[in-house]
């Protein structure tokens, strides 16, 4: 299940942090069990079943293969918001209200963009319609105002084809974008000009097919050492987060976030639970999957 994420994340304090053992060298190595952190309840069987599914799907499988060769974008590095909205309010309230009127034409565009990668090699691919990124934009531009001050329109004065960085499975490429000038901000907003080829799926999975006490993650990030991951959780009765478990094979590590199961208030899709997930060494080259199968960690910029 893909969740809209909030506009600002708040960060939970994080909690213990579970020590996985097992080799964390590229080479031959067992599958390394998930287990539970200090005075933590043990890892769900079926949560540990779903685990080795997903870690025996990876190695070989498409996914895998754009991983290594293709374009495989970042989650949410699709777009990139201007910096000015952290100073306007009145502007960011309007782009998340979808308030946007366009008096500018679309740029023609034809044929493929290129990606460049950073060891050197390139990618074409076929150019995205700029109307679509704008019908996106504004897509629920009639839907009642949830987000203060409600009186402030974005005008959109030019539609251009640019290039950003991106981060991507293979490192931080430079990517065709198409980007939206607004009237009075410094910054144009930008949405990348080409698809990333990963497969289509779940980005996650829905707590109700998941063992209790047990939730996906959709992102996670370096910690603040080499052994360390973080994850946001959203579980969906907002349960608070417990230690992370960590299923690890020779080609991937599979998170596995977990809770204490008690629900709690919380704004639907507000912000997300810190888990940390620890390990005996480095993650390497080995890939972060969630429950879904879908990578939650990209190389570092």
Known sequence: ????????????????????????????AAPVPARAGRGGPPVPAGALERARQVARAWPGSESDRIWHTGYYARLNGQSWLPRDFTGNDGAFAAFLGDRIDLEADFPPFSGPGTVSFPDGTSQALPLTDPRAAYEQLVRYRDSPCTREPCDTVL?????????????????????????????GLDEPYAVAA????????????????????????????????????????????????????????????????????????????????EARFRLTGPPGNRVVLNLAGHPVLFPAD
Request: net charge negative.
């Open 155 to 183: 005008t959109v004065t030019a539609v251009r084809p640019a290039t950003r960085p991106q981060s991507t499975s293979r490192g931080t490429a430079t990517v065709p974008v198409w980007e939206f000038v607004f009237a």
């Open 1 to 28: 299940m893909l969740r809209r994420l909030p506009a600002a994340v708040v960060l939970l304090a994080a909690l213990a942090v579970l020590t996985v053992p097992g080799d964390s060298s590229p080479g031959p």
């Open 194 to 273: 080409v698809e990333s080829q990963e497969p289509p799926g779940p980005r996650t999975v829905e707590d109700k097919d998941l063992p209790e006490g047990v939730t996906d993650l959709w992102y996670a990030g370096r910690g603040t050492d080499e052994q360390e991951l973080w994850a946001l959780l959203y579980p969906g009765n907002c349960a608070g987060p417990l230690p992370g478990a960590v299923y690890g094979t020779a080609d991937v590590l599979v998170l596995i976030g977990r809770t204490d199961g008690r629900p709690t208030d919380c704004e639907p899709n507000g912000a997300g639970r």
